[in-house]
């Protein structure tokens, strides 16, 4: 058993937010690719994985959501997927001292069913990715905000299969005029929860497209398909709407950690950010769950 897997079964563990909105509050211009600033601009990486520490979280992930070759081929760095994505985990490692670093590995852009890339190709790009962050300092890699099934198995696959890392992976569900809930490729929990699984995830959940309130139907679900694997939780702060030319999301800490009792009862076993969230929400977060 893993340390983090041991850690889940002790006590729910509080992960982190947002990093997209920080870079941005830190300069992250339109057309810049934010993984760069692993190597331009490490000390504004770092502290940013350094507040959600401080904020209390048991784990932080790493500025690589878009660390693949895929998608770094698009501001002409794809040669440079190793060393940004090193640099990556090693940013978190440095932040992060005894705590959990997770890998952040997010979708392509490529879709399988378009014929834009191969299986093989998809298994390459993540496996590259992964052997990085690992080598960086990851103790667990991330496979986050995956909407198509198959891209998201193969991704964890190849996390699996290529490092000694414990792996985790989260889809993406939007919330139907029904009240189910799919990714937008049309996956519902139930229907990813078995084939990750196989795949090789010790950890399986969601991640952003909804606030925490949603977010626990969609961890009802998944316990109702299989009661025992781990669920981690990113759930925005609530589902942003534009004001005065911003977006703005409008889930306060108070209202996020209001529910935190609630998702742990769903059976959430580690909870956190996504878009839109702050220090301040993990904050929040923490003082419920160590209460």
């Known amino acids: 058993m893993s340390k983090l897997i041991d850690a889940i079964q002790n006590r729910v563990l509080v992960s982190d937010g947002a990093w997209g909105?920080?870079?941005?509050?830190?300069?992250?211009?339109?057309?810049?690719?934010p993984e760069s600033w692993n190597i331009t601009r490490p000390d504004d990486v770092f502290d940013i994985a350094k507040s959600?520490?401080?904020?209390?979280?048991?784990?932080?992930?790493?500025?690589?959501?878009?660390?693949?070759?895929?998608?770094?081929?698009?501001?002409?760095?794809?040669?440079?997927?190793?060393?940004?994505?090193?640099?990556?985990?090693?940013?978190?490692?440095?932040a992060a001292g005894d705590k959990f670093v997770l890998g952040s590995v997010g979708p392509t852009g490529k879709l399988l069913l378009m014929e834009e890339v191969t299986e093989d190709g998809l298994y390459e790009a993540f496996k590259e990715q992964s052997i990085a962050l690992?080598?960086?300092?990851?103790?667990?890699?991330v496979v986050e905000t995956m909407t198509d099934l198959e891209e998201a198995r193969i991704a964890v696959k190849a996390a699996?299969?290529?490092?000694?890392?414990?792996?985790?992976?989260?889809?993406?569900?939007?919330?139907?005029?029904?009240?189910?809930?799919?990714?937008?490729?049309?996956?519902?929990p139930t229907e990813m929860v078995e084939p990750l699984i196989a795949a090789g995830a010790s950890v399986i959940g969601a991640n952003c497209g909804n606030g925490i309130a949603d977010m626990i139907g969609i961890v009802k679900e998944i316990r109702q398909?299989?009661?025992?694997?781990p669920v981690l939780i990113?759930?925005?702060?609530?589902?942003?709407?534009?004001?005065?030319?911003?977006?703005?999301?409008?889930?306060?800490?108070?209202?996020?950690?209001?529910?935190v009792n609630d998702i742990i009862a769903a059976g959430a076993n580690i909870i956190g950010g996504c878009c839109g969230t702050t220090p301040d929400h993990i904050c929040e977060v923490c003082k419920v769950v160590k209460s």
């Open 21 to 33: 909105t920080f870079l941005q509050q830190k300069g992250l211009q339109p057309g810049e690719c």
């Open 52 to 94: 959600y520490i401080d904020a209390g979280a048991d784990m932080i992930e790493t500025n690589s959501f878009g660390g693949n070759r895929f998608k770094l081929a698009n501001y002409g760095l794809a040669d440079s997927v190793y060393e940004i994505n090193k640099a990556a985990a090693e940013i978190s490692r440095k």
């Open 134 to 141: 690992e080598a960086g300092g990851a103790d667990a890699i």
């Open 160 to 188: 699996s299969e290529n490092t000694s890392c414990e792996v985790i992976c989260t889809m993406t569900f939007d919330k139907t005029v029904d009240g189910e809930f799919r990714t937008m490729m049309g996956i519902s």
């Open 225 to 229: 398909a299989n009661a025992s694997i």
């Open 234 to 259: 990113h759930a925005n702060a609530g589902i942003p709407h534009y004001h005065d030319g911003k977006t703005v999301f409008p889930e306060t800490p108070a209202d996020m950690g209001a529910l």
